[in-house]
Each structure stands twice: as C-alpha cells, then as structure tokens.
C-alpha cells in the first residue's frame, strides 16, 4: 500500500468514540458496523499495517459514499475524506477495481469528462437521444445499470444555452472588485444556465467577473474514484489560469471542496487558488447584497450539499441570502444535511444504496411540501430532481442562485 503510512497516521485520530455513527448514511441504512465511519477506520487501519489484505477493506471503502458527515459530527477532527481517497487510490493501484464498470468509469472520466470537447459532443448526442425519445427505448432495452443513468439525467439543454460564457464581464454600475468564475465540467453542460445567473448576480451586484477559458475539469470525480494522479493533473491545469483576481468562485460544491484541497493533491503548487476559493453564497454572504431583491411568493427548502455543509463547513450563508428575498419563507427539513445519495458517481455505481440514502431524505422533502427545493451542486440537483419526478411532487429543483437571479431588480440579460 503506497499511502499506509499516511492512512495509519490519520486513523490514529480516531478515539472510538461512535458519535459519528447516528450521521453517517451507510451505517443508518444497514446498523453494520463495518460500514459505519468507526468500522471503516479500523479495517483502513488494519490494512495500512499489514493485518488485513486490502481486498478486505475494498468493498467498503466503495460503499461509503464520501459525504464526510462523519468529520462534521466528529469531536476529534478525524480527516475521513482524505483517509478515504488515499484508500480508493491504493484499491485502484492494486487493480483491485478492474471489473467491467469500474474500467469504463474510468474511461469516461479521463476521456470523456476530462476533455470539454468529447464532453460538449457526448451531450449533443443525449441531447439528440432525448429529442427523439431513444432514450426511453433505450431504457427498456438495456440491463439495470444503464436503466438507472437514464432515469437521472435532466434534459440536455439546446447547444445556444451550453455557450462559454465571455471571458470577461463587466460590473453593473460602481465597480466593487474583480473574481474569476469556475465553470466546471457537468455544470457546463446540464446547467450552464446556472453559470450564467452566477455571472449576472455577481456583475449585478458590482463585480467584474473573469471566465478564464483555460480552466477545466476540477478532478473531484477522478479522486472520488480513486484516480489521485488524474485529479492532481487536472488541479495543477487549473491552478495557474486565474490570474490575480481575489477570488474565485465557484457554484458547484463538489469542484470547491476539490479546489480547496488542491495542496493535498498537488503540494504548496495549490495553495494560491485553493486559498481564493470560494462559494457563491459564501463569497455573496460575505460582501454583502448590493442589489435590491424583489419579491418571490414561495415556500423553499433548502438543501446542504455534503461537499459545502461538511466539506467546506458552508451552511448559513445560503440559508441568510435566501431569507433576504421578500416574500420566500425558509423551510427546514429534518434530512437537510443528509446526503441524497448523489456522492460523485455513487449513484451509478451502487444504485440501491443510493436510493435507499435518497428515499430518506425525500421522506422529509415531502413532509415539508416545498414548493422549491434549492442545492448548490450538479450532482445533488440531478438526484432531487429524479427523486421529486419519482414521487410526483409538485416542487421546483433549482440551485439558489436562481432564486437570487429571479428575485433580483434588474431585468437585463
Ligand atoms: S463519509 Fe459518509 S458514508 Fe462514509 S463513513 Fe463518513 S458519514 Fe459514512
Ligand atoms: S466520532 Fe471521530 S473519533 Fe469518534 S468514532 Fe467517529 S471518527 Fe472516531
């Protein structure tokens, strides 16, 4: 195992003491302690010092979903994630992984989701699919694995909508500072009309906004996976194109956790852009709403994504912008800072332990009967919004700065 030393040193932390089990997602779905945080500690522990093949511990380091409750809920401040990553990479390294689907995920993430291009063309195609129906055909004609995918994936937007956006946006009246914008890979796609409303609430509200062109994939999918060399490829591409702005901001919560923790994928080279890294509604929180928000008569429930609550312990800020809108009334649900059961590519690659994981959090969803649910990541949208059509709710699935885009004055592109 290349990394036994680091994942002893980090098990280490931990003291026993279970309060982390009641959050962790796994563990309440199958009261197995081996799939809960403090099981899986152990059997990392025993693999790193040579009692335990790793083999042993390869099923379980899958079955987490990566949520890092866990680390939120634990007293002793134990790393999971970043013990988690560094025992997927020693799986994958071992070729504990080479199954069918395991290879192909592969595949996709560095040939496909890695290169904007072979992306831009795979969705044209979804997009063709899905405007002929074919992929309801397909649906019906292939295995179980594929039936999943299909039944996730929101409408491909037409290509007009999917544009880059400019390399440069000018500030709307006095000018309050300049920030970079990260793009992302799926975001790019699914919901570069989320791109845009973060672009026009940052100019709207006085800042220059910078779209570097030579930004890419931030890696949280090859790391997720176990692909720590891809992702510190990926990293160190995006680490030197964002110029001097002060910030840079991101709206997908799995690429800022990604970003925030470049230094340990790829040393001191990643200090610079991990310490400018910020959530829209953080970095909005922060400064402070400039532009005068009317009203939006909804009832909404926000959502944390695990990659901001626990991963970038961003919680409040979301929640305080949205009850500046007039009219909006926040609800709580008991789930909100539950995993849905996105986890990266979780959802495809163990789909009954992802529907268990989003069938709970949709059973507080409905108890609350938003008229909105709003999250902050690609991946969580696209969960809640199968799981929503699942259940026939009648509630919107949006990211919040839509909310923000549709509250605001102005009504200017
Ligand atoms: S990361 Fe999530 S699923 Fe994995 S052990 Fe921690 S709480 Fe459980
Ligand atoms: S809360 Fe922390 S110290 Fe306690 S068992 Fe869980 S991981 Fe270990």
Redesign the pocket.
């Known amino acids: 195992m290349e990394h036994a030393g680091e994942i002893l040193r980090y098990s280490l932390d931990c003291v026993h003491c279970g309060l ?1 089990l009641s ?5 309440r779905a199958t009261g197995c302690e081996q799939s ?2 403090r099981g ?1 500690i152990y059997l990392f522990r025993n693999a790193s010092e040579g009692r335990l093949a790793l083999e042993a511990v390869a099923e379980e380091a899958g079955l ?7 680390e939120t809920a634990c007293p002793s401040g134990v790393q ?1 994630g970043r013990m ?1 990553e560094l025992v997927r990479a020693d799986v994958a390294a071992a070729g504990l992984r080479r199954d069918l689907p395991a290879r192909l995920e592969r595949f996709m993430l560095r040939s496909v989701v890695a290169r904007p291009r072979r992306l831009r063309a795979l969705f044209d195609a979804l997009r063709a699919f899905q405007g002929v129906r074919l992929d309801r055909l397909l649906r019906r004609l292939l295995p179980e694995r594929f039936e999943e995918l299909f039944s996730l994936l929101p409408p491909v937007p037409p290509r007009r909508q999917r544009r880059a956006l400019p390399e440069r946006i000018s500030a709307k009246g006095s000018r309050r500072g300049t920030v970079g914008l990260f793009t992302g890979c799926v975001m790019s796609e699914f919901y570069a009309d989320v791109n845009a409303s973060t672009a026009r609430v940052l100019t709207r509200n006085g800042f220059d906004v910078v779209v570097p062109q030579g930004q890419g994939c931030c890696g949280a999918l090859h790391a997720h996976a176990g692909d720590e060399t891809f992702a510190g490829r990926l990293g160190r591409a995006n680490a030197g194109v964002f110029g001097d702005v002060a910030a840079v901001i991101v709206n997908s919560a799995g690429c800022g956790a990604e970003l925030r923790e470049l230094p340990n994928r790829i040393g001191a080279e990643g200090d610079d852009l991990a310490g400018r890294i910020r959530d829209v509604c953080e970095f909005l929180d922060e400064v402070g709403l400039r532009e005068p928000l009317g009203r939006l008569d909804a009832r909404v429930c926000y959502d944390d994504p695990c990659h901001l609550v626990h991963g970038q312990r961003v919680s409040e800020a979301p929640r305080r912008l949205l009850q500046q809108i007039p009219g909006l009334t926040l609800l709580e649900h008991a789930e909100a800072s539950a ?1 849905c059961g996105a986890a990266g590519t979780y959802n495809l690659t163990k789909p009954r332990m992802s529907g268990v994981v989003r069938d709970r959090k949709l059973d507080a969803l409905e108890a609350a009967a938003p008229d909105v649910i709003a999250t902050g990541n690609p991946g969580c949208l696209i969960q809640l919004r199968a799981g929503v059509l699942s259940r026939g709710l009648p509630a919107r699935v949006v990211h919040p700065v839509t909310l923000l885009e549709e509250a605001g004055a102005d009504p200017d592109p």
């Open positions: 982390c959050s962790c997602p796994t563990y809960s945080p899986r987490c979903l990566g949520c890092r409750a866990c999971f988690l995993c």
